[in-house]
């Protein structure tokens, strides 16, 4: 399982059979929202009881400017809102 959470369209934790990409990831929970911040998405994962964290910027993998990170079963995955965007919205 992956659990993808934050400015997501449909957040939770997901089946996978193996590693994928942070992009197919952010796919599984429908994408990002409007008001997601696609510039900050952190992934967490456990390594040897340890919790590590890193951040990655979906928009420049998106655009082919960064490398798309693999995620593993049990990462969790959280999409940044932004709360500017969600100002303006409203």
Sequence with gaps: ???VDGAVR????F???GPISLIQAVSLAKGTTEDANARRVAVFRTIGGQR???AFDLT???RG???DPQ???GDII?????AIKAAQKQ
């Design 78 to 82: 959280v999409v940044d809102g932004s």
């Design 65 to 67: 400017e960064a490398p």
């Design 60 to 62: 420049s993998i998106r």
């Design 15 to 17: 089946p996978v059979g």
């Design 71 to 73: 995620i593993y079963p």
């Design 1 to 3: 399982m992956v659990t």
């Design 52 to 54: 590590q964290a890193a």
């Design 10 to 13: 449909e957040g939770g934790s």
